[in-house]
């Protein structure tokens, strides 16, 4: 039997026949799921993570092309 290690929890537990596989259990599952939704929500990263040197490269091109 394959043996996988739930992503969630690192419980072990068996790839065949596991409805909720990677996962140990449903609550896993729907926890990791949250979870991605959650930072999805949390972190507006796209806008957030613009550094100075972003910004510059960008003020540089727009500066280029006018
Ligand atoms: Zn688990």
Do not use: H, Q
């Amino acid at each position: 039997m394959p043996i996988v290690k739930c992503p969630r929890c690192g419980k072990e537990t068996e790839f065949t026949g596991n409805e909720f596989r990677p996962f140990c259990s449903e609550r896993c599952k729907l926890i990791d799921f949250g979870a991605w939704a959650d930072e999805e929500f949390a972190l507006p990263a796209e806008t957030e993570e613009l550094s100075a040197e972003d910004m510059d490269a960008l003020l540089a091109a727009t500066e280029e092309r006018s």
